[in-house]
C-alpha cells in the first residue's frame, strides 16, 4: 500500500505544477492523508517495529506535503485570476 500510494504522488504533484490549479483538490483530504502517515509512522515507533518501510511512510509524508504546499499556493493563483 505505501508503495502504490509512493508511486502515485509523484504524478500528483506534476499535476499541481503544471495546471498551476486547486480546482478540484481538498486541503482537508491531503491533510488527512498526512495524519494517516504520521499515525502508521507513529505506530511503528511506539511498537518498536522500526524497518525499512519508515522509509517509506517518511518519503510518503514528505511527497503529500508537497502537493499540501503547491495546492495551497495554486488556490493563491486561483483567487488572483478571479480577482478575489
Known amino acids: 500500500m505505501l508503495v502504490c ?7 500528483n504533484i506534476a499535476k499541481s505544477l503544471r495546471s498551476r ?11 488527512l492523508i498526512i495524519t494517516g502517515y504520521l ?10 517495529d522500526l ?3 519508515v522509509v517509506f511512510y517518511i518519503a510518503d509524508i514528505l511527497m503529500v506535503a508537497t502537493d499540501l504546499v503547491l495546492t495551497l499556493r495554486n488556490r493563491r493563483l486561483d483567487r488572483e485570476r478571479d480577482g478575489v
Do not use: D, M, N
Not at 500510494?5 to 504524478?11: E, H, I, M, R
Open 51 to 53: 524497518s525499512y518501510v
Open 39 to 48: 499515525c502508521g509512522l507513529a505506530g511503528k515507533f511506539i511498537l518498536g
Open 21 to 31: 490549479t486547486a480546482k478540484g483538490k481538498s486541503v482537508a483530504f491531503e491533510v
Open 5 to 11: 500510494f509512493g508511486l502515485s504522488w509523484p504524478f
